[in-house]
């Protein structure tokens, strides 16, 4: 089974603190995502990855960076995390080609105060 | 700008009531369409996905979708739902040119009731 693993499943952080998520999925997938989960709006793509140290804006990049340094691992970076950026995060990787699906991690419920 | 809309945001029935949630896109040309459940407290994960051929498409635990080019929908659909369907759904569509990347909808909050 593919799994998908987040480092955190709750963490607080206060304002202006800079803020790292880790994923790491062990299916030698391509390509990598982070989403953001609130609620009325779904899931938004952050950013993706679809090779090592290779990276797009998804819909959503203000206030975040990402890094791919090693394939199985994605990161997700808030530089100055804000009060607006409290949200679950959801680290998602797939195979190469739009018909395969993605799979997910479990989420992280980020919160800053 | 391009969309995906599920205008069910959210959906109460009872047990062995039938299910439909709405899904419509914005695109043009070849799509490649899913079905997510996130059941509460798990990951997302995949119910059901159409690429190509027979419109009406299977997926796991009784659901399935019919993709209808003309109206831009792929409807989610079940004959008799249990309270383990108690779930959020989200449509999500692979667009032309967007690689792997997926655009979701806003998700339809599905409680069944006993």
């Known amino acids: 089974d593919v799994k998908v693993t987040q480092s955190s499943r709750y963490l607080v952080k206060r304002t202006g603190e800079k803020v790292f998520l880790e994923c790491v999925q062990d299916m030698d997938h391509e390509n990598m995502f982070w989403y953001r989960q609130d609620p009325g709006l779904g899931l ?4 993706f990855s ?12 203000e206030g975040y960076s990402v890094s791919r340094e090693k394939k199985e691992r994605f990161s997700l970076i808030l530089e100055s995390a804000s009060t607006n950026q409290t949200s679950m995060y959801l680290c998602a990787s797939s195979s190469q080609g739009p018909r395969y699906e993605q799979y997910f991690g479990p989420g992280t419920r980020l919160t800053v105060t | 700008a391009q969309s995906v809309s599920q205008h069910n945001h959210h959906v109460i029935l009872s047990e062995a009531a039938s299910l439909e949630l709405g899904c419509n896109y914005s695109y043009g040309g070849t799509v490649n369409l899913f079905w997510y459940v996130q059941y509460p407290g798990q990951h997302l994960q995949l119910l059901l996905k159409y690429f190509s051929g027979d419109p009406l498409v299977k997926g796991i635990k009784g659901f399935e979708a019919e993709f209808i080019k003309s109206k831009f929908s792929f409807n989610l659909r079940k004959p008799s739902v249990q309270w383990s369907d108690t779930a959020e759904y989200f449509c999500a569509v692979n667009a032309p040119g967007g690689g792997n990347k997926l655009t979701f909808g806003t998700g339809t909050q599905l409680k069944v009731e006993l």
């Open chain 1, 50 to 61: 679809y090779d090592v140290k290779m990276k797009e804006k998804g819909d959503i990049p």
């Open chain 1, 44 to 47: 938004r793509l952050i950013y």
